[in-house]
């Protein structure tokens, strides 16, 4: 969106030129995070296809109960129960296709600027601050660890370091940038 501050038809001259022609932008960015499936980390199925886990219950948690650590449920997917005599999974696990999201967007961008006539006529002198993310809210942006397009990967049962379930990336924080440019 666009406001062009009141001023222009302030009566003093000098008020309307330093008042007046002032424009405040925006770009207001408010998204819910991309779709991600769950994978298995390794594979124990006959067809060595990559596994999907067995889903006991609805992994998504409330916004406020999530954490850092802990974006959502990480007990509600474990591994499909093993044949014994062949060791191999005795079926493909039941997770959905893009059953959780990952962390939404929510950003503001905004610019401030004014052009200045200068001497005669098509010559100006444009003056412009803008900021990016100007709130500097922190924006996550991925949940586990990302191995492939869209999906996260369990790796729990072949890494005891794994952090799955853990958020690992973020947007970038607040930049800020002033331009001035004479066009003529």
Known sequence: WTYELPGRSLSSRFLREAIGGWQLNAITTFESGNPVTV???YTSSFDYMGD??????????????RSFTHYFNTDCFVEPPPDPATGI???RGNERRNN????????WDLSLGKSFRLF?????LQFRAETFNTFNHTQWSSIAT???????ID??????????????????GRHMQVALKFVF
Request: glycine share 12%; net charge negative; proline share 7%.
């Open 39 to 41: 994978f298995n980390g």
């Open 52 to 65: 999907v886990p067995d889903q006991v219950c609805n992994a998504n948690i409330s916004g406020g109960d």
């Open 89 to 91: 999974a005795t079926h």
């Open 100 to 107: 959780l999201h990952n962390p939404g967007i929510n950003n």
């Open 120 to 124: 005669s006529e098509g010559r100006e």
């Open 146 to 152: 990302p191995d492939c397009n869209n999906c996260v």
């Open 155 to 172: 790796d729990r049962q072949v890494n005891s370091a794994s952090q799955f379930g853990f958020i690992t990336g973020a947007r970038p």
